[in-house]
Structures are given as C-alpha cells and as structure tokens.
C-alpha cells in the first residue's frame, strides 16, 4: 500500500503560469485535503473534500480550485500562480469526519519566481 | 484570526530532559485535540490524540495534559532524545468536516 502519494514533489513557476498537484490514496478514505505550509504559520487549509462528489472552500483558498476526480484522487490547481503561493503543499486523507487521524502525503515544494 | 496558539516556537532540549509544549484554543465547540510530528522532508504524522472528556492521555513517552477550563492542552515528551528531533504541531477539531486547525508549530531539537 502507497497510502498518501502526491505529484510532483518538486516544480518551479513562472508568475501567470498554472498547474496542477496530484493527490491520490489507496486507503479508502472517504475525506480529502489540501494544505499549505509557510514557516511560522503552521498548516492552513486550503480546500476538502467530504467525499466523493463534494468541495469546501477551507482558510485559504483564494487563487485555487480543487477536483475531486473519483474516491481516490484530489487535484488542486493554481490557475495563475503568484510568488505568495510559494509553499510546500501536503494532501491529508480521513476516513471519516469526526475524530480519525489525518494521513498526510510527503508534499510538493513549489516555488513561483 | 488565530484559533489556536501554540508556544514556544523552538525549544532545544538536553537528552534525558523533559519537552513541554503548550497550546490555547478559542472555540469551546472544539472536541478532538492531536499533536503531530513532522520530520525535515516528510508530512506530518499523527503522534497522540486526545478527547475532552478525559484530563490526560499517556502513551509511552508522550502526554497529552488537557485543561478543558481553560482551553489549554500540552505535549509532555519524557526522557527527550535526539530522535525525537522534529517539529511538533498541535491542532484542534470540532464537528466541521473533519477540519483540522494547525497551531503554529514547534521546532524541538534534542541535544546529546
């Protein structure tokens, strides 16, 4: 078993340019999540996903968009990136909504020049 | 707004000593408090978790004590060592799509 996988671990940008991370579990989770990671701050939530079928904005998501492809796979997209979305981006699972453990990807380190 | 804070930011240790780590919360609707590890290069992980209902949870090395009047909770870390190097995040939960909310984060290093 994989558990959490995220593409690309690494990318750089161009401003305006867009792209999107991978995200994909073989866990059988029901719930998705996309943070971001900047030093001092913690990790905040960009977007979730519940389940399958449905997406919640979460603290951050300006300048993003999310797709929950199917029960395995959650996209985020930067549409056109800006040099305050360089960060380190870390996908979370949870088999439920109330009280389960997060299991989290090993990130992509993204850098926008 | 900070829903969570989380002191110190870095915390360096000698082995065998004692880490303590602290954590204040706003919202008592809050029901779910973890603390999780994060090494240099990898996602965090969960460490231990604990429930309102209980005043502390022991597993191991690490303790949770949680004060829920006064919406606090701690990592105890005994007998610290070097491989426990990491940064620790505390964060909170409530019913609301199993949201996490991420204190700030603490660099601990252990020193031998």
């Known amino acids: 078993n994989a558990g959490v996988t995220q593409t690309p671990k690494f990318q750089v940008l161009k401003t305006g340019q867009s792209m999107t991370l991978q995200c994909a579990q073989d866990m059988n989770h029901n719930s998705m999540y996309w943070y971001r990671q900047d030093p001092g701050m913690g990790l905040r939530l960009i977007y979730y996903?519940?389940?399958?079928?449905?997406?919640d904005k979460g603290e951050v998501p300006n300048g993003y968009n999310v797709s929950r492809l199917n029960k395995r796979e959650f996209s985020l997209r930067l549409e056109s990136a800006a040099p305050s979305q360089t960060s380190v981006y870390f996908c979370?699972?949870?088999?439920?909504?109330?009280?389960?453990?997060?299991?989290f990807g090993p990130g992509t380190r993204l850098t926008v020049t | 707004q900070q829903q969570v804070k989380q002191s110190p930011q870095s915390l360096i240790v000698q082995k065998g000593g004692i880490s303590i780590i602290n954590c204040a919360y706003e919202n008592t609707a809050f029901d779910y408090f973890p603390w999780y590890q994060q090494f240099p290069g990898k996602g965090p992980a969960l460490l231990i978790a604990?429930?309102?209902?209980?005043s502390e949870k022991k597993e191991g090395r690490f303790t949770i004590s949680f004060n829920k009047s006064a919406k606090q909770f701690s990592l105890h870390i005994m007998d610290s060592q070097p491989g426990d190097s990491a940064t620790y995040f505390c964060a909170v939960s409530g019913n609301q799509g199993g949201k996490l909310i991420f204190g700030q984060g603490t660099e601990l290093s252990v020193k031998p």
């Open positions: 979370a699972t949870q088999l439920g909504l109330q009280g389960y453990e997060q299991y």
């Open positions: 604990i429930r309102p209902d209980v």
């Open positions: 996903s519940a389940s399958e079928g449905t997406t």
